[in-house]
């Protein structure tokens, strides 16, 4: 035998015992302690359990919570008792906790940063990137010249490689500009390698970018002391491949 109840007639019983169904009409709630704290109903269009007093909703299992669609065939989260905990998408595991810490499968797209083995600034990972630049030289023309970064944070790493810079004759210093960050507060140095350069001393080769600055320059070690490199210390078409890493401010 089925119970129905249209919201019009109310029941007031001790005790309700039903070998059947209890259908309730829409917008007819089930109400649950003494000032209707647990409503369970159907408004036509969406089902509710509002926890609507005071107080905590608690869901209980012995050793499985599964949250699924209607007909059971997909997962929407699972919670194992002593266990892990599982999110899906679409029915795929996305993301699992385990003893340790959490398993993810796909990407994670944070809005903000992320903090990593602490809670202070120097934790704080506000960006990670990849990319190309476009760097140019200040004098002369360069048949093949490019540029590729890496940004962890702070810190910035730039490739370059340029070939066949057509200018051996200016006495200007060399200077390739156009690095995609601002170096901060600090010098910075990296590494050079170049061809047909005949400079005086012809060792000790590095690049520099100086504080504030987005230009890397060529250097060359001396007696004691650093040494720009000019376009006149080449003889011939050149080229040059280099590193540097810098922190930006």
């Not at 760097?135 to 702070?154: C, D, E, F, M, R």
């Not at 200018?167 to 170049?194: E, K, Q, R, Y």
């Not at 490199?229 to 011939?236: I, P, Q, V």
Request: proline share 2%; charged share 10%.
């Amino acid at each position: 035998m089925a119970i129905t109840l249209d919201g019009t007639t109310g029941i007031t019983t001790p005790a309700l015992d039903s070998s059947g169904d209890v259908n309730l009409g829409d917008n007819v709630k089930a109400n649950f302690g003494a000032g209707s704290d647990l409503q369970i109903y159907h408004d036509g269009t969406h089902s509710y359990i509002d926890d609507a007093g005071t107080g905590s909703l608690y869901v209980r299992a012995s050793t499985n919570i599964l949250l699924q669609n209607a007909d059971g065939t997909k997962n929407y989260a699972r919670f194992l008792e002593d266990g892990y905990s599982r999110l899906f998408h679409n029915n795929v595991l996305t993301l699992e906790t385990t003893a340790t810490g959490i398993d993810v499968t796909g990407d994670i797209t944070p809005t903000g940063g992320v903090y990593l083995g602490g809670t202070g600034a120097a934790n704080y990972l506000d960006d990670v990137e990849t990319g190309t630049w476009a760097p140019t030289v200040n004098a002369g023309s360069v048949v093949t010249l490019t540029g590729s970064y890496v940004k962890i944070g702070k810190m910035v790493t730039l490739q370059c490689t340029g070939q066949d810079f057509s200018n051996h004759t200016s006495t200007n210093n060399i200077a390739i500009s156009g690095a995609p960050f601002t170096n901060g507060t600090t010098h910075s140095v990296g590494t050079l390698m170049t061809r047909y350069f005949g400079g005086a001393n012809n060792g000790g080769l590095i690049t520099y970018m100086g504080t504030s600055s987005t230009d890397v320059q060529f250097y060359q070690s001396g007696t004691g002391t650093w040494n720009r490199m000019n376009f006149s210390e080449y003889t011939s078409v050149w080229d040059a491949y280099f590193t540097i890493t810098y922190f930006t401010a």
